[in-house]
């Protein structure tokens, strides 16, 4: 029996003796709450009742998370294999539920929810970033189903994103984007950075860019890892989001509606890992006084620099031999 047991036991035993709350408390050293506290679980248990119970309230109504989304915290990290940060953010944007990542945490480790492995790097990479807010611009596409193409352009220093869908990857429907590009980025564009993509090499696409006074600067063929900013960004768009909207919807108005709830969410909302847990406006806002104006953007655009590109690498690297 243990020493508690034993203690709480005498207790009992000498008032059954006095039949003196008043003279067991003095005797004991406790209070009259105190024996009568125990004298009632031991009338209602025996013995088993003397021992220690769980200070633990039975229910909590100001409780971050019950069962149920437990239950879907867990799910999401086991079936989508998603971090504490991702969860987070899914959470905030689908239920509107507010959680910090230290509660996220220890929903998963109460579970024993094993940890992600992630593939190490083979080679150290530095990352980099401009300095300035539209002073590189990586643009891409990507096929999201048949007869449905996502055009990006993802702002080198601070993330900011633009997004459109398209039925098809035309010179026509890339100049529109970037109408939609240079109208909806809170600052002036001084380059474009593409793949070698036909879409972006048309003449007409050229001479747009040369009118707006941005620069036309591709990579080079067979190196996506220039262009990774917009890579990454493309490749989150389908985890967090064309993943998550079901079956794709037949109506483009409603697809271009909810892309456009995902672009506001991406850019207000979501923190950025690469951004310390900003946001991409959070840190427009941050480099305000540094951002140049459309003015000054123009005094650094020379047109005569400028000129029609070929999209065949080797022909352009004749061209420039020639230049």
């Known amino acids: 029996m243990e020493p508690a047991i034993r203690m709480r036991l005498r207790w009992i ?135 449905l193409y996502q055009y990006t352009a993802v702002d080198d220093c601070t993330r900011y994103r633009v997004l459109a869908v398209f039925a098809r990857r035309t010179a026509r429907n890339t100049i529109e984007f970037l109408d939609q590009v240079t109208e909806e980025m809170y600052f002036p564009i001084q380059r474009i950075q593409t793949d070698r993509g036909g879409e972006f090499f048309a003449t007409a696409v050229q001479h747009w860019l040369m009118e707006a006074g941005i620069k036309f600067r591709p990579v080079k063929p067979r190196s996506p890892h220039l262009n990774g900013k917009v890579e990454r960004s493309q490749r989150t768009d389908k985890e967090e989001f064309w993943s998550c909207l079901g079956k794709i919807p037949n109506d483009p108005e409603s697809i271009r509606h909810e892309l456009a709830l995902w672009q506001d969410y991406y850019n207000w909302h979501r923190p950025h890992g690469s951004l310390n847990g900003q946001t991409p406006v959070e840190r427009i806002c941050q480099l305000a006084d540094s951002t140049p104006l459309q003015g000054d953007v123009w005094e650094t655009y020379t047109p005569a620099t400028e000129r029609i590109q070929e999209r065949e690498y080797h022909l352009e690297l004749k061209a420039r031999r020639l230049k």
Request: with cysteine.
């Open 13 to 147: 035993r000498l008032y059954e003796k006095t039949g003196n709350v008043s003279l067991v408390c003095r005797r004991c050293g406790i209070s009259a709450p105190t024996f009568r506290k125990w004298k009632r679980r031991y009338d209602e248990h025996g013995p088993e009742g003397l021992l220690d119970q769980s200070r633990r309230p039975h229910s909590s109504p100001n409780m971050k998370v019950d069962g149920a989304w437990e239950g879907r915290i867990l799910k999401m990290r086991t079936t989508r294999r998603i971090g504490a940060r991702r969860i987070q953010s899914e959470l905030i944007r689908h239920h509107d539920l507010r959680l910090s990542l230290s509660t996220i945490h220890k929903v998963l480790t109460r579970a024993s929810a094993p940890p992600l492995i992630r593939p190490k790097r083979m080679v150290a990479t530095n990352r980099y970033q401009r300095a300035i807010p539209g002073e590189r611009v990586q643009m891409d596409t990507c096929k999201i189903a048949p007869g």
